[in-house]
């Protein structure tokens, strides 16, 4: 059976923790294995900083959503915000061939998030992002 769970979030540093605590508590719940857990909580804690960094330039406080499902087949969360648009599965991916010092600064997280996640996908509509991250349970 599905567990679908809603967190209302302020864009605040201090909610990735809140984030990963609930994430946590319910992977246990559901025995989900803790590498597992652990990759949920890096994907998450990925994109809703990136919400909370880039989201919105004016300072002000801007609550988004995070929605998370959970069954015995599949993790599926849903981070939607009314922030800037952008797609994170359109970003380029980072050139890991070059030097350090040559790299472009940013979207090391994003194809990190890509690389762990089953999937990602994304849409903009009502003037919001909706990122859906996904992720085959495997039994332990």
């Known amino acids: 059976m599905a567990e679908l769970t809603t967190l209302i979030l302020k864009n605040d540093l201090a909610e990735v923790e809140r984030v990963a605590s609930f994430i946590s508590a319910l992977c246990e719940q559901h025995a989900v294995p803790p590498e597992l857990e652990y990759d949920l909580n890096l994907a998450l804690d990925e ?50 061939d070059s030097p350090i010092e040559q790299r472009r600064i940013g979207g090391l997280g994003i194809y990190l998030v890509q690389q762990i996640m089953d999937s990602m996908e994304y849409e903009r509509t009502a003037g919001k992002n909706l990122v859906t991250l996904r992720k085959r349970i495997t039994s332990p």
Do not use: M, W
């Not at 809703?48 to 919105?56: D, E, Q, R």
């Open 47 to 96: 994109i809703i900083t990136n919400v909370i960094k880039h989201a919105h330039s004016d300072g002000g406080e801007h609550p988004f959503t995070v929605r998370v499902t959970l069954s015995d087949e599949e993790f599926v969360a849903q981070v939607e915000d009314a922030g800037v648009e952008f797609n994170p599965t359109k970003h380029p991916p980072p050139d890991l």
